[in-house]
């Protein structure tokens, strides 16, 4: 274990934040590590109540202000102090004092420690916690990262991949920019996501309620959210349902064809004819996720992925297969539509096991 700490850039993006910003960069200069190598990065968004000014009456050595005009946005706004950074490590925090300054001593100990390329302020490892949010807030926040964990597999093994108190290594944000879009509030998952990071630790912090100013969470927010992890995703929910799509019509169209060919495959074994239909889906879905929805995520042998593929939809296979039979049989429904209800029904269920179970990694090619 090295005494030795990293240095570090603290980065502040801020918009309207003309009360706090003093007494940030006061608690900054109580907590970092006297013996750590550091700056300060204020990256202000030309903000009318003043806090670029405010933040250039405090400059000293240690103090850069950077005013962006014409450009908005908190993840643009940590990018650019990133480029603007002159340290190997840069830690993100946020002006409003929510992220505490004294956590920073864990953290940068936890980078010299272990030299991780990521780490992460946790509000939901032990030791973490939030103080002063409602029932909703918490609700809200834990349901985003479910959402995260679902369509981004570098987010799986995180607690707090949402968080915005962290520290990276600016080597591997300089070395993938340009795959960097950064939008939205949630830059930490557009560096999970697109930077490849090979080492992220967490460690705990209380978040703390606003000293000053209002939250920007609001409904555009979450908007911006929803849609930057989709295009993070590369939009594979709406490829997946394309393709699902394009299913429907591959085992409607065999199971018509039995149905031409061998009528008693749907009239009195109906049980046999769905079987053949939905393994010819099966196997249509399989070639055209391979080939577009997961395309970026081809681990291993295609052979295993194929039969792992039957094992991991398997739930959903079996949701579709009894929901026809029980429609077709139980409510003397038309063996079309039975199908078509099933298919719907096995749906959601098909593209959790796809996402979770089979496709669940980035390629390694």
Same mark, same amino acid.
């Given at each position: @274990?090295?005494?030795q700490?990293?240095?570090?850039?603290?980065?502040?993006?801020? /918009?309207?934040?003309?009360?706090?910003?003093?007494? =940030?960069?006061?608690?900054?200069?109580?907590?970092?590590?006297?013996?750590?190598?550091?700056?300060?990065?204020?990256?202000?968004?030309?903000s009318?109540?003043?806090?670029w000014?405010?933040?250039?009456? !405090?400059?000293?050595?240690?103090?850069?202000?950077?005013?962006?005009?014409? *450009?908005?946005?908190?993840?643009?706004?940590?990018?650019?102090?990133?480029?603007?950074?002159?340290?190997?490590?840069?830690?993100?925090?946020?002006?409003?004092?929510?992220?505490?300054?004294?956590?920073?001593?864990?953290?940068?100990?936890?980078?010299?420690?272990?030299?991780?390329?990521?780490?992460i302020?946790?509000?939901?490892?032990?030791?973490?916690h939030?103080?002063?949010?409602?029932?909703?807030?918490?609700?809200?926040?834990?349901?985003?990262?479910?959402?995260?964990?679902? #369509?981004?597999?570098?987010?799986?093994?995180?607690?707090?991949?949402?968080?915005?108190?962290? @520290?990276?290594?600016r080597?591997?944000?300089?070395?993938?920019?340009?795959?960097?879009?950064?939008?939205?509030?949630?830059? !930490?998952?557009?560096? =999970?996501?697109?930077?490849?990071?090979?080492?992220?630790i967490?460690?705990? /912090?209380?978040?703390?309620?606003?000293? /000053?100013?209002?939250?920007?969470?609001?409904?555009?927010?979450?908007?911006?959210?929803?849609? %930057?992890?989709?295009?993070?995703?590369?939009?594979?929910?709406?490829?997946?349902?394309?393709?699902?799509?394009?299913?429907?019509?591959? &085992?409607l169209?065999?199971?018509?064809?039995?149905?031409?060919?061998?009528?008693?495959?749907?009239?009195?074994?109906?049980m046999?004819?769905?079987?053949?239909?939905?393994?010819?889906?099966?196997?249509f879905?399989?070639?055209l %996720?391979?080939?577009?929805? #997961?395309?970026?995520?081809? #681990?291993? &042998?295609?052979?295993?992925r194929?039969?792992?593929?039957h094992?991991?939809?398997?739930?959903?296979?079996?949701?579709?297969?009894?929901?026809s039979?029980s429609?077709?049989?139980?409510?003397?429904? &038309?063996?079309f539509?039975?199908?078509?209800?099933?298919?719907?029904?096995?749906?959601?269920?098909? /593209?959790? *096991?796809?996402?979770?179970?089979?496709w669940?990694?980035k390629?390694?090619?």
């Amino acid at each position: @274990m090295t005494n030795q700490f990293v240095n570090v850039s603290i980065v502040v993006p801020t /918009y309207n934040e003309v009360e706090n910003i003093s007494l =940030l960069l006061s608690e900054i200069w109580k907590n970092v590590p006297k013996d750590m190598e550091f700056e300060v990065i204020i990256v202000d968004d030309n903000s009318p109540d003043g806090t670029w000014r405010k933040a250039v009456e !405090l400059l000293n050595d240690d103090v850069l202000v950077v005013r962006r005009i014409g *450009f908005k946005g908190l993840s643009t706004a940590i990018v650019d102090g990133v480029v603007f950074s002159a340290k190997d490590y840069v830690l993100v925090i946020d002006a409003d004092l929510q992220h505490p300054p004294e956590y920073i001593k864990n953290m940068v100990f936890e980078a010299s420690r272990s030299d991780a390329d990521v780490v992460i302020g946790s509000r939901y490892v032990k030791g973490g916690h939030v103080e002063g949010w409602s029932r909703t807030r918490l609700i809200i926040s834990k349901t985003a990262t479910l959402i995260a964990k679902l #369509f981004l597999p570098s987010t799986r093994e995180i607690a707090d991949p949402m968080s915005g108190f962290f @520290m990276v290594k600016r080597k591997i944000v300089i070395e993938n920019l340009t795959k960097l879009n950064p939008y939205g509030f949630k830059i !930490l998952l557009e560096i =999970l996501e697109r930077c490849n990071p090979q080492k992220v630790i967490e460690v705990p /912090y209380v978040f703390k309620p606003r000293r /000053y100013g209002k939250s920007k969470l609001g409904a555009k927010t979450i908007i911006q959210y929803i849609f %930057h992890v989709l295009k993070l995703s590369g939009w594979r929910p709406f490829k997946f349902a394309l393709v699902g799509l394009a299913g429907v019509g591959v &085992n409607l169209g065999i199971l018509n064809l039995i149905g031409y060919l061998t009528p008693l495959l749907i009239s009195e074994y109906f049980m046999v004819g769905s079987a053949i239909a939905i393994e010819a889906s099966v196997i249509f879905n399989f070639i055209l %996720h391979e080939l577009w929805t #997961f395309r970026d995520r081809r #681990f291993g &042998n295609v052979f295993t992925r194929f039969a792992l593929f039957h094992v991991s939809s398997a739930p959903a296979i079996l949701i579709q297969y009894l929901s026809s039979i029980s429609i077709k049989y139980g409510l003397a429904m &038309n063996p079309f539509i039975a199908q078509l209800i099933g298919i719907l029904i096995g749906f959601p269920f098909n /593209y959790v *096991f796809s996402e979770l179970g089979i496709w669940k990694r980035k390629s390694v090619y």
